[in-house]
């Protein structure tokens, strides 16, 4: 699974924003992923696009670019999907960390969207290496990505402990933060306006599944220390926060023998281990987790028990515990996307 020639670090973008109204108040932005398809300026195809929500009101999806017309990320070229991204955000601005587009062809870029204005992703710069499926959290003018399945290669089988990071408002590379306690795969993450958590692994040939929660201090650099554990979550759920709680939404457990309902909550600014919130209300993996300074939304996913992708979203209340509430659905159904919103946690 090598880096197709086509994907390189350089890429156009269109120059005209999707027409429409501006996306205005508390929302939450999701970038690609693996999804159904879409009739997009006459094309029915599995195209890459972003899509919108107010997570203040309950209601359906929006779109908010049509990204179609870059080749490079045209999922009808290569087979599969733009999977395995990741991003985070300011109160202004969304990062994009790309993962692998169709089939496992690893890419290394980093876009961003700016929130107020529909428009297609532009270039903020490249990572070091080649990679996908990294966990992000961020506070407001700093976002970091850690772990991932990750190659300088460009092909799978190199999963990685390393923490970097980039300034959001400024477009360049990422910069070395410091280093996880282990080697990590589809990790989830969220945080304070002060502190990242991140958690759950995916890393069974050579670390072993892993429940452990760790943090970092989102404003120095350096290493991430030991929080607590999850209680049966293990990896590729959802996570998101207000300022003060984390809840990690759904997941694969650990021994790999089904997809969980259970969501668990960490007070961000103590340690220890995980209470539980409630349940989600279908058992999925790679869902999306959204949140403004009150609610937090879990959209998409795939359900492993009956082996289809996810169109539904849905919501809590971080300040309670109990069970989610239908939200609305997606566009098309939708899977290991790059979600963030103007309003989360961490600002």
């Known amino acids: 699974m090598q880096v197709s020639s086509a994907l390189t670090d350089s890429f156009t973008t269109p120059s005209a924003p999707i ?76 990062v994009i960390g790309q993962g692998e587009y169709g089939g496992g062809h690893l890419v290394r870029a980093i876009e961003y969207l700016e929130f107020a204005t529909k428009g297609t992703a532009q270039k903020f710069g490249v990572f070091i290496e080649y990679g996908g499926y990294r966990w992000t959290c961020s506070s ?14 460009g092909s799978f089988g190199g ?17 070395s933060f410091g280093t996880m306690s282990a080697p990590s795969d589809q990790m989830d993450g969220c945080g304070s306006t002060t502190r990242g958590i991140f958690g759950g692994n995916d890393v069974a040939l050579v670390y072993g599944r892993s429940v452990d929660i760790e943090y970092i201090t989102i404003a120095t650099t350096g290493n991430a220390a030991n929080f607590g554990d999850l209680s049966t979550t293990g990896f590729r759920g959802g996570a998101a926060s207000s300022s003060t709680r984390a809840l990690f939404m759904g997941g694969r457990n650990v021994s ?38 009150t609610r937090a939304v879990h959209a998409g996913g795939y359900s492993n028990t009956t082996s289809t992708a996810q169109s539904t979203s849905e919501y809590f209340t971080l300040a309670t515990t109990g069970n989610a509430t239908s939200f609305g659905n997606l566009l098309s159904t939708m899977y290991s996307a790059g979600g963030a919103s103007n309003s989360h946690g961490g600002l």
């Not at 999963?159 to 910069?175: C, E, F, R, S, W």
């Open 159 to 175: 999963v990685k402990n390393t923490l970097t990071y980039v300034t959001i408002a400024t477009i360049g590379n990422q910069t």
């Open 256 to 293: 790999l023998s089904a997809d969980t309902l259970v969501c668990e909550y960490f007070t961000i600014a103590s340690t220890g281990n995980s209470t539980n919130f409630g349940n989600i209300t279908v058992s999925r993996t790679y869902g999306n987790g959204l949140s403004n300074s």
């Open 140 to 153: 407001s003018t700093r976002g970091i990505f850690g772990g991932g399945n990750l190659s300088t290669a």
């Open 19 to 94: 027409g429409g109204e501006n996306p205005t108040g508390s929302i939450a932005v999701m970038q690609g992923g693996t999804i159904g398809g879409l009739t997009l300026d006459g094309i029915s195809s599995n195209t890459v696009y972003s899509q919108f929500i107010n997570i203040a009101s309950a209601g359906n999806s929006s779109l908010f670019s049509d990204v179609s017309r870059r080749q490079a990320i045209q999922v009808g070229v290569y087979g599969g999907g733009n999977a395995g991204n990741t991003a985070l955000s300011s109160t202004t601005r969304m």
